[in-house]
């Protein structure tokens, strides 16, 4: 069965500096792997989406990610994070493209001013 | 395109009561709905599958005949809450996966909060 670890709970970042969530999954065949990021009392807004091809995505709001088979990982990245970028952000992995999916603990992104 | 709605948004309901969530498509038609479950502060679990036409796949430890699932149409997926505690107070969350062409991706509701008292 498909899981994701989100090994970072908590994250505080400086508005302006870089950022990179790590999210490492466990699944035996080519996963499809996503991120969403979630406002407090908010639904998700998906960021962006693993399915095949290039392994750097390219996300809204100037999130990018990489997947990476041998580590398998696909963290998410942003070089100069904004104050409105403070939220939960989740990793998910689905097993089959638009089967069910399985998210990650979440990591709680902080930033100071 | 691709939207997904969730009614009511929100809903206060007393003990022993029953609380219906409806989980609609609006877009496009999807023959497969999931629902999930958040607690405060932590991930979401997803709870069941529903397919339309056809009786939903509870993930384990999910009570099937606490958490009624219907999906009698191609648009529209209810999830019932019957005889609600407060421990069922919760944020529920459907998604909706949409195959029409080479889609074939799943979009999320904004979600109902639950609140038992």
């Known amino acids: 069965a498909q899981s994701v670890t989100q090994p970072d709970i908590h994250i505080t970042v400086s508005e302006g500096a870089s950022l990179e969530l790590r999210c490492n999954y466990s699944?035996?065949?080519?996963?499809?792997l996503f991120w969403y990021v979630q406002s407090p009392g908010q639904g998700l807004q998906l960021l962006l989406k693993?399915?095949?091809?290039?392994?750097l995505v390219q996300g809204i709001k100037g999130f990018e990610a990489e997947f990476k088979r041998s580590q398998s990982s696909f963290n998410l990245r942003k070089p100069s994070v904004h104050w409105s970028d403070a939220a939960e952000y989740f990793c998910?992995?689905?097993?089959?493209?638009?089967?069910?999916?399985?998210f990650g603990a979440g990591t709680r992104l902080t930033v100071k001013p | 395109g691709a939207v997904v709605s969730q009614h009511p948004s929100r809903v206060i309901c007393k003990s022993g009561t029953s609380v219906k969530i409806e989980c609609r498509s609006l877009?496009?038609?999807?023959?497969?709905m999931f629902w999930y479950r958040q607690f405060p502060k932590q991930s979401l679990m997803l709870m069941a599958t529903?397919?339309?036409?056809?009786?939903?796949?509870?993930e384990q430890g999910v009570e099937k005949d606490k958490f009624l699932i219907n999906h009698a149409s191609l648009t529209l997926s209810t999830l019932t809450v019957t005889s609600a505690h407060p421990e069922d107070s919760s944020f529920y969350i459907c998604?909706?996966?949409?195959?029409?062409?080479?889609?074939?991706?799943?979009?999320f509701g904004p979600g109902t909060r639950l609140t038992v008292t």
């Open positions: 877009d496009f038609q999807a023959t497969t």
């Open positions: 998910a992995v689905g097993a089959v493209k638009g089967g069910d999916m399985r």
């Open positions: 529903s397919n339309e036409g056809s009786k939903a796949t509870y």
């Open positions: 693993y399915f095949s091809g290039d392994t």
């Open positions: 699944y035996g065949a080519t996963p499809y």
């Open positions: 998604s909706a996966r949409d195959e029409g062409g080479a889609r074939y991706e799943q979009y």
